[in-house]
Nanobody, 124 residues
Framework: VQLQASGGGLVQAGGSLRLSCVAS????????MGWFRQAPGKEREFVAA????????YYADSVKGRFTISRDNAKNTLYLQMTSLKPEDTAVYYC??????????????????WGQGTQVTVSS
């Protein structure tokens, strides 16, 4: 599957952004999806994941209560609504699709398709 992420930008602390990720090439509604991020000098880390139907979601503790992952299967699009942003949220954000159908995972190695990344910068 091909993934195209967008929506990043520069925002002040406390602000909000919504990331989008459009998928093509495979039945989007059959795959769990996730968002990951990589800050400068750090390893890529899990942010949020959502089941193929959208009924189940998981979040990293660092973003719980501030970020919301969702999907619109009719539009083949994944979203990440980010609120109350902090400078430590600054990173390149990647969307990803699971390698197999009907699985919900938070493990990076379970995801086989990755978007190109979109930069989020939060100023203090």
């Amino acid at each position: 599957v091909q993934l195209q992420a967008s929506g990043g930008g520069l925002v002040q602390a406390g602000g909000s952004l919504r990331l989008s990720c459009v998928a093509s090439g495979r039945p989007f509604s059959s795959y769990g999806m996730g968002w990951f991020r990589q800050a400068p000098g750090k390893e890529r880390e899990f942010v949020a994941a959502i089941s193929w139907s959208g009924s189940t979601t998981y979040y990293a503790d660092s973003v719980k209560g501030r970020f919301t992952i969702s999907r619109d299967n009719a539009k083949n699009t994944l979203y990440l609504q980010m609120t109350s942003l902090k400078p430590e949220d600054t990173a390149v954000y990647y969307c990803a699709a699971d390698k197999i159908t009907f699985r919900l995972s938070t493990t990076q190695s379970d995801f086989g398709s990755w978007g190109q990344g979109t930069q989020v910068t939060v100023s203090s």
